[in-house]
């Protein structure tokens, strides 16, 4: 639900007091025998930080904060000297990063209910599939230098009056653009002014999805394009292993109908390994030599330069604000999507050591590399990173799981789970998130140079 035009920044929340936590997780079952020795470990070291605490503080209330090398930790209320933060749509907030924060429990969260939003995938929609914990709905991310706006979809909505907004990359970009369709829809009473232009209904399917607020005259789209550059047949004479190519050096054939957008949100990412490319078939070109020697990780830097190269060279910056978002890690415990890795049993966001693969955080600094080579040369910028990496790998607990085969069918079996995509409402609701503060951020800049 959006909440009212008045309220431009979201204040940060009292933490739930102690024992409402432990009620709180006992009512999720995060201690039972179930979850082994793993949650006998947690439920100890949880209870030692209470008993530590003093007196005075015991019924002080908790939130969890993230620290270096990827570990979460609690941290008593007033053990510290909470800073001042300031606003970040003030004149203030322009030099705090949005990416350096905590997850804290907000008990006004989700912003909305996947049975009110008619414009999710059944995979996505992971109370309505079976799962019965909502904890992964109550986080909000809290920078640690300013406050975020909360999300108005009516301020939103008037923003993007007559505009476009496309989302372009793969099924994980899909999941953020459901999640903003939802966002948006929560400030529309009537649900049959938002309808797909070509009537498509919306179903995983390769190609694209405009959905249009009629009232508002905008379109909010998706284009899958999961390498952002062109996976097409490869050249006259080349050996029969070789089923397609991706020309490293090419954008994708959909970059005419993104280039022209008032907003383009774009990601890639979790096809860049050796399955999805050269397991199958699939080989690297430049020019018109296939590059058989060519590594996944090489061509994926080289993809991610021709990306950047295309922003600089054909988006107009006065018209198209640019948003590359980073790397959405996945969580597989104990293996991964082929052999049984799991992330059912996750509840909570990350206590100890990580989950995260590490070709997920390879992939990550590669394009972390590029996009800061581009970011330091003195050309003008005509993108913003939307970096979620970090905050998100400390999100075990808001994927799928075996919560994505629809209503009829229920829950997967355990050794076949999806601990790559998100629930919604979840995770990606906070991206949008992000993605609405940069943008008013933007809009107010402009106000202020006329």
Not at 249 to 254: A, I
Not at 309 to 322: E, L
């Amino acid at each position: 639900m959006s909440s009212s035009p008045n309220a431009s920044s979201q204040q940060e929340v009292e933490a739930m007091p102690v024992f409402e936590a432990f009620r709180r997780v006992k009512r999720f079952r995060l201690f039972e025998p179930s979850v082994g020795v793993l949650g006998f470990v947690v439920t100890v070291f949880v209870i030692c930080c209470f008993v530590y605490s003093d007196n005075r503080d015991f019924a002080a209330r908790v939130r969890f904060l993230d620290q270096p090398q990827r570990f979460t930790w609690l941290r008593i209320k007033g053990s510290s000297t909470k800073e001042r933060r300031v606003e970040f749509l003030g004149e203030k907030g322009g030099g705090c990063d949005l990416f350096d924060g905590n997850w804290v429990w907000d008990e006004s969260y989700p912003l909305y209910q996947s049975k009110d939003c008619t414009f999710l995938d059944e995979g996505f929609r992971c109370s309505e599939n079976g799962r019965s914990d909502l904890f992964y709905t109550k986080w909000r991310w809290q920078p640690k230098h300013c406050n975020l706006p909360r999300f108005n979809a009516t301020i939103m909505l008037e923003k993007l009056r007559n505009k476009r907004i496309v989302f372009a990359g793969d099924s994980i970009g899909r999941n953020q653009w459901e999640s903003l369709l939802c966002m948006l829809s929560s400030g529309v009473p009537n649900k049959e002014s938002i309808y797909e232009v070509n009537g498509s209904p919306i179903t995983k399917h390769k190609g694209f999805l405009v959905f249009k607020f009629r009232d508002f005259n905008c379109t909010v789209e998706y284009y899958r394009a999961p390498f952002l550059v062109l996976q097409s047949r490869p050249p006259a004479g080349t050996p029969e292993k070789i089923r397609t190519t991706l020309k490293v050096d090419k954008m994708d054939w959909h970059s005419l109908k993104w280039r022209d957008a008032d907003i383009l949100v774009l990601n890639t990412g979790h096809w860049w390994n050796y399955e999805k490319t050269i397991r199958g078939g699939c080989y690297f070109q430049e020019g018109m030599e296939v590059k058989l020697k060519m590594q996944v990780e090489d061509a994926y830097k080289r993809s991610i330069e021709t990306v950047l190269n295309w922003i600089q060279d054909t988006v107009n910056p006065s018209k198209t604000q640019v948003f590359f978002r980073t790397l959405a890690p996945v969580h597989f415990r104990g293996g991964d999507w082929r052999n049984g890795g799991n992330c059912h049993l996750e509840t909570l966001p990350e206590f100890g050591s990580s989950l995260v693969p590490n070709d997920n955080w390879s992939r990550f600094k590669i394009a972390n590399s590029v996009l800061t080579a581009h970011t330091n040369t003195s050309e003008i910028m005509k993108f913003k990173v939307l970096n979620v990496t970090q905050m998100t790998s400390q999100r075990r607990d808001g994927h799928s799981s075996i919560y994505y085969l629809g209503r009829i069918v229920g829950p997967a079996t355990p050794h076949r789970q999806d601990c790559s995509h998100w629930c919604l409402p979840g995770v990606p609701d906070t991206w949008n998130e992000l993605l609405y503060a940069m943008f008013l951020k933007y809009e107010a800049s402009q106000s202020w140079n006329l």
